[in-house]
Nanobody, 123 residues
Framework: QVQLVESGGGLVQAGGSLSLSCAAS????????MGWFRQAPGKEREFVAV????????YYADSVKGRFTISRDNAKNTVYLQMNSLKPEDTAVYYC????????????????WGQGTQVTVSS
């Protein structure tokens, strides 16, 4: 079974930056796109960004456009999320996920999920 492992979370002051990584380990798996999602305390998990392995097409949630950048390294089976100009409202557990079929913002279209990494932005 393929596993996704997020890393790079931590504590940062408002206006600062963090870079998250999501690495796939285990046997090779079929994946069309990789997405980043986040879940703040007491809130539902929400879409952040998605990227296709082939072509590198990207799409972002309005709340992070211009501040976050998603990228991928196909050779390393790794996806990244560069987060700049962080705000306290960005505080959440960030999850990466894989979809075999789509590059949408719907959670139920992703089959494999990582355990998440905590991002805390202080004010």
């Amino acid at each position: 079974q393929v596993q996704l492992v997020e890393s790079g979370g931590g504590l940062v002051q408002a206006g600062g930056s963090l870079s998250l990584s999501c690495a796939a380990s285990g046997r090779t798996f079929s994946s069309y796109a990789m997405g980043w999602f986040r879940q703040a305390p007491g809130k539902e998990r929400e879409f952040v960004a998605v990227i296709r392995w082939s072509g590198g097409n990207t799409y972002y949630a309005d709340s992070v456009k211009g501040r976050f950048t998603i990228s991928r390294d196909n050779a390393k089976n790794t996806v990244y999320l560069q987060m700049n100009s962080l705000k306290p409202e960005d505080t959440a557990v960030y999850y990466c996920a894989s979809s075999k079929w789509t590059s949408s913002y719907y959670l139920d279209e992703y089959e494999i999920w990582g355990q998440g990494t905590q991002v805390t932005v202080s004010s």
